[in-house]
């Protein structure tokens, strides 16, 4: 599958996240496809320079955004749709993994982590979504991707509050397929396993990476252009069935 499978001439689309990994490949992917891309940044603005300079076609934006204040995860959408007179797209990638093991914080500690964790990876997509329904709706419906993880099934015992957020993101996502269905807004839900990116790179290379690549029978992680494809195949508007889908891309080292 390549970009130029599908046509997102002239659609407009807002990916979270989108100045390094996931999220990078992401919006490089729906540019190649031929869609405007406004890149969100948490705190790293050069890095979203980066990625603008890099993306074929002209009219990309970057936004910059704390996605754990509500008001400016809610606003978010509208400053991306006045910048690009449109948007048809919202893909939600921007999170953060932070580990707290049970036990072994102090409870000050432990509830900061989980309190983080929750408002960027829950909270702040489901501020993105809402303030994004309307453009969407204006622009005759849309579709919203969200990234979650194989730790929502697997579990995240070093990181609880990093699987439950992705557990409940994967719920949000299906609970507004079905009540954004009357806008035509598509809603799918995309759950990576360990995906080899600049930030994993090292950590895969050492001692432990062996042992992560062997969950798979195919002896591998997946890569940023793989998870990439799969989001541009659900907002391509050739497979909306997928909408309310779960799709798991983890080289079959988590089956459910």
């Not at 994004?132 to 991707?145: C, F, K, S």
Request: one cysteine or more; hydrophobic letters at 45%; glycine letters at 10%.
């Amino acid at each position: 599958m390549t970009e130029k499978s599908f046509d997102l001439d002239g659609r407009a689309a807002l990916v979270t996240g989108a100045n390094r990994g996931i999220g990078r490949a992401i919006a490089e992917h729906l540019a190649r496809a031929g869609a405007v891309v406004a890149v969100h940044f948490g705190s790293s603005e050069a890095s979203a320079d980066e990625v603008l300079a890099g993306l074929a076609g002209e009219g990309h934006i970057k936004l910059g955004a704390d996605l754990a204040n509500p008001v400016f995860a809610a606003d978010l959408p509208q400053r991306a749709a006045e910048a690009l007179g449109r948007l048809d797209i919202v893909v939600n990638n921007a999170g953060i993994y932070e580990r707290h093991p049970v036990g072994e914080l102090e409870t000050e500690d432990w509830e900061a982590i989980w309190r983080r964790t929750l408002a960027v990876n829950l909270d702040g997509p489901a501020h993105v979504i809402h303030g994004a329904v309307p453009h969407l709706t204006a622009a005759g419906g849309g579709h919203i991707v969200n990234i979650t993880s194989r730790g929502a099934f697997r579990g995240e015992p070093m990181a609880p509050a990093y699987g439950a957020a992705k557990a409940g993101l994967n719920s949000l996502s299906q609970s507004l397929a079905q009540a954004l269905a009357p806008r035509n807004i598509k809603v799918v839900a995309v759950a990576p396993g360990w995906v080899l990116t600049d930030m994993t790179r090292d950590f895969l290379a050492g001692p432990e990476g062996a042992d992560i690549r062997a969950q798979s029978p195919h002896d591998r992680t997946a890569t940023v252009d793989e998870v990439a494809e799969v989001v541009l195949l659900a907002v391509s508007g050739r497979a909306d069935a997928l909408t309310g889908g779960i799709i798991d891309v983890n080289c079959a080292s988590y089956l459910r």
